[in-house]
């Protein structure tokens, strides 16, 4: 995913001017740096910029005073600034724009930069740096912006000369959603963004020599695939995040639909296929269900569809391998391509192309699946699924079962234009269980890094975004705290977000693996000094709501949605000796799953 890192004002290839990129207009004015940074945010059609001023920015600020078609919106730390746009970019497809100063301001941005290129999620974080004459002086508030980020963006810019921002601008913005889209980083030096330069408009096109990605597939190996996986016995359609980044949903559904092969979606893919269809075997991986997984293993043609065979997905590569299967593997990215597990047809494109390209020849064709086959397979898969490996004991009421909150919140929100967030852990686990996503886009999560934190600040930049929906941010009283002075940021640009705390006192999915890899010696994972939350959610200007018994769960969702207008903070008191069910441990294989309690 990374191309080379080249500084704008040198650099051949992807930073020299070329004619491609001429002007949308031949008359000149003379702007500020920091004038035509805006320019070019207001031609890319930016409406919202997270962001925390100091003093490397203040030019760029002064600039965003003068203006009133984007608006900024103040957070309370730079790493929430990043995640609130990444968050807003996951929800709408659009590039999230992000705003920090030099030296700390980048380093607190660092976590939410690296948590979006994890899960390829196309943004620009535009970073102030000390005068170029300071730069590699030890300045005040300087530090190596570019070879900090350097691992973890899809590519990034030092901009020395305020004639190329308008040049670097649209590169970063090409960069970082064509492809297979990432966070792209612009580091703008303050003399750069005070100095006069002659402008004449935003680039209309971008060209670079060394980033052409490829979109179309190549035909005889999608033909090749398709015989394939038209001539299986026991077919597997298995789906990542690709599947929504390049908005080939519908694509995917009308594959599976005409073929009638069972589907499962990764962690970062749920919502591309319907969970409530017959065809969808729920989620797959450590916390996969047992149909999906032992699906996954048993096979014998499987297509996977923008996803990457990651360690959460398929356990233990070597178990993996020992069924003999033909892969076929369609990605954008050819390096994540037998990356992980060697396939036997690799194509190489856009997957919403591609897929359309395999209705058409499958509509054209007269092949079609073998039905006897397919039926056998569908009769073996229905044994699994009805192991209900789901399926939790409730209690008897006086205690709260997160699973419940989850599913009381589905029940209530399921007809409704939804959004549900999520920080990391056994919470994120559940939601991901248990509230059956039917809509792509509606379930946003940090996948990749696993980033504590990010729940709040990415239901922020959603509700900017659908202003109307519902947002739900599902999380746990250890991650709630990462990030939580953006109640503070909720208040301020009236965001009315819902946050649901699965409060178990414990740092949960650490506890669990605790109690079942280290023979329960919970080493720091019991969180011994809370808050109370309901006073504190009160203390920002929101609504606190404490719900300790199940009777009471639903009244209370049915309350804090009754509050349209009103953040509110529900604490609920959930069950801490509660796991997540199924689980496959580090280092197993796919199928060696521990279903409840009794296998441990």
């Given at each position: 995913m990374e191309i080379s890192k080249v500084e704008i004002s040198s650099a051949a290839g992807v930073g020299q001017r070329s004619p491609s990129g001429s002007a949308s207009s031949s008359h000149s004015e003379e702007l500020r740096g920091a004038e035509v940074l805006v320019k070019c945010l207001q031609a890319e059609g930016v409406r919202y910029v997270w962001g925390y001023p100091g003093g490397a920015v203040l030019h760029i600020y002064d600039a965003f005073y003068k203006q009133d078609t984007i608006q900024h919106v103040l957070v309370r730390h730079e790493q929430a600034a990043v995640h609130a746009a990444d968050g807003y970019a996951r929800a709408t497809?659009?590039?999230?724009?992000?705003?920090?100063?030099?030296?700390?301001?980048?380093?607190?941005?660092?976590?939410?930069?690296?948590?979006?290129?994890?899960?390829?999620?196309?943004?620009?974080?535009?970073?102030?740096?000390?005068?170029?004459?300071?730069?590699?002086?030890?300045?005040?508030?300087?530090?190596d912006t570019v070879g900090i980020t350097r691992p973890i963006v899809k590519h990034n810019?030092?901009?020395?000369?305020?004639?190329?921002?308008?040049?670097?601008?649209?590169?970063?913005?090409?960069?970082?959603?064509?492809?297979?889209?990432g966070p792209v980083v612009v580091d703008i030096p303050k003399d750069v963004s005070f100095k006069k330069v002659p402008y004449s408009g935003y680039p209309t096109s971008v060209e670079m020599r060394s980033y052409?990605?490829?979109?179309?597939?190549?035909?005889?190996?999608?033909?090749?695939?398709?015989?394939?996986?038209?001539?299986?016995?026991?077919?597997?359609?298995?789906?990542?995040?690709?599947?929504?980044?390049?908005?080939?949903?519908?694509?995917?559904?009308?594959?599976?639909?005409?073929?009638?092969?069972?589907?499962?979606?990764t962690l970062m893919g749920l919502g591309a296929y319907p969970a409530s269809d017959r065809k969808f075997l729920g989620m797959l991986g450590m916390h996969g269900t047992f149909e999906a997984n032992n699906a996954m293993q048993n096979c014998d043609v499987l297509l996977a569809v923008g996803a990457r065979f990651d360690d959460r997905v398929i356990g233990n590569p070597k178990h993996f391998a020992q069924n003999d299967r033909k892969i076929i593997h369609i990605d954008i990215d050819p390096s994540s391509i037998s990356k992980r597990v060697k396939v036997d047809i690799p194509i190489v494109g856009d997957v919403k192309d591609v897929l359309g390209e395999m209705i058409a020849m499958i509509r054209d064709g007269n092949a079609r699946p073998d039905a006897q086959a397919l039926a056998a397979w569908w009769e073996t898969?229905?044994?699994?699924?009805?192991?209900?490996?789901?399926?939790?004991?409730?209690?008897?009421?006086?205690?709260?079962?997160?699973?419940?909150?989850?599913?009381?919140?589905?029940?209530?929100t399921r007809d409704r234009e939804t959004y549900i967030t999520s920080d990391v852990g056994q919470h994120q686990m559940w939601a991901a269980q248990y509230y059956r996503f039917d809509e792509p886009r509606r379930w946003i999560n940090s996948g990749g890094l696993g980033t504590m934190g990010v729940g709040i600040p990415y239901a922020m930049g959603i509700k900017m975004a659908?202003?109307?929906?519902?947002?739900?941010?599902?999380?746990?009283?250890?991650?709630?705290?990462?990030?939580?002075?953006?109640?503070?940021?909720?208040?301020?640009?009236?965001?009315?977000?819902?946050?649901?705390?699965?409060?178990?006192?414990?740092?949960?999915?650490?506890?669990?693996?605790?109690?079942?890899?280290?023979?329960?010696?919970?080493?720091?994972?019991?969180?011994?000094?809370?808050?109370?939350?309901?006073?504190?959610?009160?203390?920002?200007?929101?609504?606190?709501l404490l719900v300790e018994k199940a009777q009471d769960v639903e009244p209370a969702l049915r309350e804090a949605?009754?509050?349209?207008?009103?953040?509110?903070?529900?604490?609920?008191?959930?069950?801490?000796?509660?796991?997540?069910f199924p689980m496959v441990k580090a280092g197993m294989g796919l199928t060696e799953m521990l279903l409840g309690s009794e296998d441990l």
């Open positions: 497809g659009d590039v999230g724009v992000a705003l920090v100063t030099s030296g700390p301001g980048v380093t607190n941005a660092i976590t939410g930069i690296a948590t979006a290129y994890m899960d390829s999620i196309p943004m620009v974080i535009v970073t102030g740096q000390v005068p170029t004459a300071a730069i590699g002086l030890d300045a005040f508030q300087e530090c810019f030092l901009v020395k000369d305020a004639r190329d921002m308008a040049e670097v601008m649209k590169k970063a913005f090409h960069i970082a959603r064509s492809g297979r889209p052409n990605p490829v979109r179309k597939g190549h035909g005889g190996q999608i033909r090749k695939a398709l015989a394939l996986l038209l001539g299986a016995k026991r077919p597997y359609i298995y789906t990542g995040g690709g599947v929504l980044m390049s908005e080939a949903t519908s694509e995917l559904r009308a594959l599976v639909d005409m073929l009638g092969y069972p589907c499962t979606n898969i229905e044994g699994w699924r009805r192991r209900e490996c789901l399926r939790y004991d409730p209690g008897n009421g006086e205690v709260i079962k997160p699973q419940f909150v989850v599913e009381t919140l589905w029940n209530m659908k202003p109307d929906a519902e947002v739900f941010c599902i999380t746990g009283e250890g991650s709630v705290q990462m990030c939580i002075q953006e109640l503070s940021t909720c208040l301020q640009y009236n965001t009315p977000i819902k946050i649901v705390s699965l409060n178990n006192r414990y740092l949960g999915m650490v506890r669990q693996w605790q109690e079942i890899d280290y023979e329960g010696r919970y080493s720091h994972s019991y969180m011994d000094a809370l808050p109370n939350f309901v006073k504190l959610a009160e203390a920002y200007g929101h609504v606190g949605r009754r509050l349209k207008d009103r953040t509110v903070f529900l604490d609920f008191r959930t069950d801490p000796t509660e796991n997540v």
